[in-house]
């Protein structure tokens, strides 16, 4: 059974960083590119960043760049989001994403999800 769990969220003032970390089980994680993905209330599921499955590209949301950073470890079967210079827009809940060898950014392509944490940024 893939398991995905994420952890690290919390309420952090505008300006400031949190490091989010999604912990997989039940996969072969070098076989699977990861993702994150955001969704606010009231709005779609936004894609945030993606790692392939060796670790060597990267892909990042245009309302991220240059503040986000997507690592993974596969040793350890985990994938970080270093996020900084947070932003209240930046609210969302956060969710780690699992997709078999397809590098993309579309939330449909990404079979399994983790449960989600919440992100609150303050003004």
């Known amino acids: 059974q893939v398991q995905l769990l994420e952890s690290g969220g919390g309420l952090v003032q505008a300006g400031g960083s949190l490091r989010l970390s999604c912990a997989a089980s039940?996969?072969?994680?070098?076989?699977?590119?990861m993702g994150w993905f955001r969704q606010a209330p009231g709005k779609e599921r936004e894609f945030v960043a993606v790692?392939?499955?060796?670790?060597?590209?990267?892909s990042y949301g245009d309302s991220v760049k240059g503040r986000f950073t997507i690592s993974r470890d596969n040793a350890k079967n985990t994938v970080l989001l270093q996020m900084n210079s947070l932003k209240p827009e930046d609210s969302a809940v956060y969710y780690c994403?699992?997709?078999?060898?397809?590098?993309?950014?579309?939330?449909?392509?990404?079979?399994?999800w983790g449960q989600g944490t919440q992100v609150t940024v303050s003004s």
């Open positions: 039940g996969l072969t994680f070098s076989r699977y590119v």
């Open positions: 994403a699992a997709n078999y060898r397809a590098y993309g950014v579309n939330p449909g392509q990404y079979g399994y």
């Open positions: 790692v392939s499955s060796g670790g060597d590209t990267r």
